[in-house]
T-cell receptor, first 116, second 112 residues
Framework: GAVVSQHPSRVICKSGTSVKIECRSLDFQATTMFWYRQFPKQSLMLMATSNEGSKATYEQGVEKDKFLINHASLTLSTLTVTSAHPEDSSFYIC????????????FGPGTRLTVT | GQNIDQPTEMTATEGAIVQINCTYQTSGFNGLFWYQQHAGEAPTFLSYNVLDGLEEKGRFSSFLSRSKGYSYLLLKELQMKDSASYLCAVRDGPYNTDKLIFGTGTRLQVFP
């Protein structure tokens, strides 16, 4: 089956610093990747849609200058949380889709970000 | 607006059957997904419905009624490992956008 990895799985950073999270599709090429955020006991909220070779599409209310997304290749998308604050502490999950005709999104294992 | 409703919590006994309901009101509809998520882990795919009716997959079945904006996930022969959150998600918009809108999730606890 399709496998999506994320790195790191957990990260603790100080307020004001930036953190980069990587999302990789290991055994398929992902034309589209998605970034979600999940707060405790809440559901997944889509942050942005990342298409290879083009700019990401951000959901309403998500600051594109704060959450930088780069999808430089068909197997890698990165999310950089810039100038992190404690309220950015959350579970960040990426998912990937191989292309049209494929119904399913494959989720990565998630990254737990804690900003102190 | 976009609205997907699920019960917040449910409990059931090992070996029993449980039905988790999901109602949705979205501007578009191009399929409904059910995912299972254990605490601190990523969601895993359970089922997909785009046409009305029942899709069966082993111990799990999912039903969709597009006219009613309603779906349910049926879990049979419950096992302790089925204790998890179950997320209903609607694909909103054109097929190739694949944008999913998630419900709040239902936390299921299975007791011995």
């Amino acid at each position: 089956g399709a496998v999506v990895s994320q790195h790191p799985s957990r990260v603790i950073c100080k307020s004001g610093t930036s953190v980069k999270i990587e999302c990789r599709s290991l055994d398929f090429q992902a034309t589209t990747m998605f970034w979600y955020r999940q707060f405790p006991k809440q559901s997944l909220m889509l942050m942005a849609t990342s298409n290879e070779g083009s700019k990401a599409t951000y959901e309403q209310g998500v600051e594109k200058d704060k959450f930088l997304i780069n999808h430089a290749s068909l197997t890698l998308s990165t999310l950089t949380v810039t100038s992190a604050h404690p309220e950015d502490s959350s579970f960040y999950i990426c998912s990937a889709r191989s292309g049209q005709g494929k119904d399913e999104q494959y989720f990565g294992p998630g990254t737990r970000l804690t900003v102190t | 607006g976009q609205n997907i409703d699920q019960p917040t919590e449910m409990t059931a006994t090992e070996g029993a059957i449980v039905q988790i309901n999901c109602t949705y009101q979205t501007s578009g509809f191009n399929g409904l997904f059910w995912y299972q998520q254990h605490a601190g882990e990523a969601p895993t795919f359970l089922s997909y419905n785009v046409l009305d009716g029942l899709e069966e997959k082993g111990r799990f079945s999912s039903f969709l009624s597009r006219s009613k904006g309603y779906s349910y996930l049926l879990l049979k022969e419950l096992q302790m490992k089925d204790s998890a959150s179950y997320l209903c998600a609607v694909r909103d918009g054109p097929y190739n956008t694949d944008k999913l809108i998630f419900g709040t999730g239902t936390r299921l606890q299975v007791f011995p």
